[in-house]
């Protein structure tokens, strides 16, 4: 088998404007940022058009560190959908140079099911992560600045939230201390670091619906606490029109190619362990406007990705899935079913089968909110035939929907058979309407307790002083409303990122709580998880390379 970037070297890109008429997009009203890649202005969104075509959802069981497959697949089933005669496109996440060159490569799909070119794709794109970056630390200047200037008026600050960013793993910018050396140099003050997919900024991005509303997003962001108790909002410093400056073309989402020369839509890139884990609102209302079905994907498993989709951009953005498609592996399901890592390339049925409860608590979580589900196994060369068997007649049992999914290798011919079962479950047994998992009108601690009883299965909600410090803020701030945004590791149900397949008998811990007034959510930190991850023993960066003018390692 060829690597992915060989695959993608060998490919034919077709000119962006040509793909953009493959869908009726205008061709005059693009901005192309080189041959392959072009802007699209968000104002071509036609909402009568998003009200009648169809959003799929892709998202996945509890992941191995080796990933899923969601992407590949979401763009697996677009060129499967497109040879059986629909038109779908992908609206995908940017990816984050930070698990670029740390953990895993390249975010652009894999073998014959990615979206090119997948290069700048990978790395600087069209510089909205940039944008999102200079942003955010635009504001962290402007606020110091203002502090430093106002201080012989007897202004300062209790509590300063405003965290810097940097799209990069860093653990040892976790915790800063900025401002020192001569007064003139500002006032010395505790700082940190998170990764740019976790700024509020970025969430911003993703959650707003237009240019004015991102200026009336970025206006609310609380920056900190002043001293006479009263929050310090953006607006108050004078600078808002200056950072939508900044995200003028950052707004806009961006059109590429896939593998098979159809179009996608790749537009923002949260996290979802530590953020909300969806690409922007304007790229999947993009790709529902000029594509029948659009195909989106939500980060990590389906207890995290998918449960802020479905109940933060979904309820946010008026929009609801007409089918969800929950990705799987024989590998991981062995993982989940107690074999050793390492030797979860093996054959070992039992170990599928003991895997199969991760699955089922997906699939049940996804139904809790009206979701009609089907299965769709990713194949591995290792894959035994009585290991996808047994898949297969489990959930044919439970009565859901199956295909295996071989585009990887084939192409859009290796995800015929999942086109087909999604286009023939959404005729004849789509999604009812959204049923959320909590109401806005909860008390915050109540969202949590029903997000961490309901979908994870905790026992318990256990909240720490700094958490309950700031849900007492949130009622005075009278914030209640917002949606709950949980930061939790991504490889298990629990808080222990050990804890793999169907924990039960658990706690989670709220240790901190942030407030994002300006993305309109409130994000709860559980357990030990890190809004700046670390680099791994031997990161990705190891072996990205430029060789003859080109750039290897990405994938």
């Not at 979401?74 to 698990?99: C, F, H, N, T, Y």
């Not at 009206?370 to 959930?395: I, M, P, W, Y």
């Not at 959404?426 to 029903?450: C, G, H, Q, R």
């Not at 958490?467 to 709950?484: D, S, T």
Request: charged share 25%; aromatic share 6%.
């Amino acid at each position: 088998m060829k690597s992915d970037f060989e695959i993608a070297h060998e490919a034919k890109l077709e000119l962006i404007d040509s793909v953009a008429k493959k869908v009726d997009i205008p061709v005059e009203k693009l901005e192309p940022y080189g041959k392959y890649i072009a802007k699209v202005p968000y104002t071509l969104i036609d909402e009568e058009k998003v009200k009648k075509n169809k959003l799929i959802l892709v998202t996945a069981i509890t992941p191995t560190k080796a990933g899923i497959g969601k992407t590949t697949v979401s763009v697996g089933l677009a060129l499967g959908m497109a040879r059986i005669g629909k038109k779908a496109i992908p609206a995908l996440r940017e990816p984050s140079l930070g698990p670029c060159f740390g953990m895993k490569g390249g975010a652009a799909g894999g073998g014959y099911a990615q979206v090119l070119p997948m290069e700048r794709i990978n790395l600087h794109f069209t510089g909205d992560f940039h944008a999102i970056t200079s942003a955010n630390n635009m504001i962290a200047a402007l606020l110091d600045n203002y502090i430093y200037q106002k201080q012989e008026e007897g202004f300062g600050m209790r509590e300063i939230w405003w965290r810097r960013v940097l799209d990069v793993n860093d653990r040892n910018l976790r915790n800063v201390i900025t401002g020192l050396g001569a007064r003139t140099d500002g006032k010395m003050a505790e700082g940190g670091f998170d990764i740019t997919p976790a700024s509020e900024i970025m969430a911003i991005l993703c959650l707003a619906t237009d240019e004015e509303d991102l200026h009336r997003r970025l206006d609310n962001i609380i920056l900190g606490i002043k001293l006479d108790g009263t929050p310090l909002y953006l607006k108050e410093l004078n600078v808002t029109g200056s950072i939508v400056a900044l995200l003028h073309d950052a707004i806009n989402p961006n059109l590429v190619q896939t593998i098979e020369n159809g179009p996608a839509f790749i537009h923002g890139g949260p996290f979802a362990n530590i953020a909300h884990g969806c690409n922007t609102i304007i790229a999947t209302k993009m790709g529902m406007t000029y594509g029948d079905y659009c195909i989106t994907e939500a980060g990590f498993g389906a207890d995290l990705g998918a449960e802020k989709f479905l109940d933060i951009k979904c309820r946010k953005a008026g929009i609801s899935p007409v089918l969800t498609v929950l990705v799987a592996t024989a590998q991981a399901l062995k993982m989940h079913g107690g074999v050793n890592e390492k030797e979860i390339s093996q054959p070992n049925v039992e170990g599928v089968k003991a895997g199969l409860a991760n699955l089922d608590k997906h699939i049940a979580n996804m139904q809790q909110f009206g979701q009609t589900v089907v299965v769709c196994l990713n194949r591995f060369a290792s894959d035994t035939d009585e290991e996808l068997e047994l898949v297969k007649k489990h959930c044919e049992e439970k009565g859901i929907g199956f295909a295996l999914n071989t585009a990887f290798g084939d192409g859009g011919q290796g995800a015929e058979a999942l086109a087909h079962l999604v286009v023939d479950t959404i005729e004849k047994n789509p999604s009812k309407p959204l049923e959320f998992i909590y109401d806005e009108a909860d008390a915050v601690e109540v969202k949590l307790e029903k997000i961490c009883q309901k979908i994870y299965g905790a026992n318990r909600v256990i909240l720490k002083p700094a958490a309950k410090k700031q849900l007492e803020r949130i009622k005075q701030l009278g914030l209640e409303k917002f949606p709950v945004c949980i930061a939790k590791t991504q490889y298990s149900f629990s808080e222990d990122a050990k804890a793999y397949g169907m924990p039960t008998n658990f706690d989670i811990t709220i240790r901190d709580i942030v407030i994002n007034s300006g993305a309109e959510m409130i994000v709860a930190v559980a357990g030990t998880i890190m809004r700046m991850p670390g680099l791994p023993k031997s990161p990705q960066a190891e072996r990205i390379n430029v060789v003859n003018g080109v750039i290897e390692g990405l994938s």
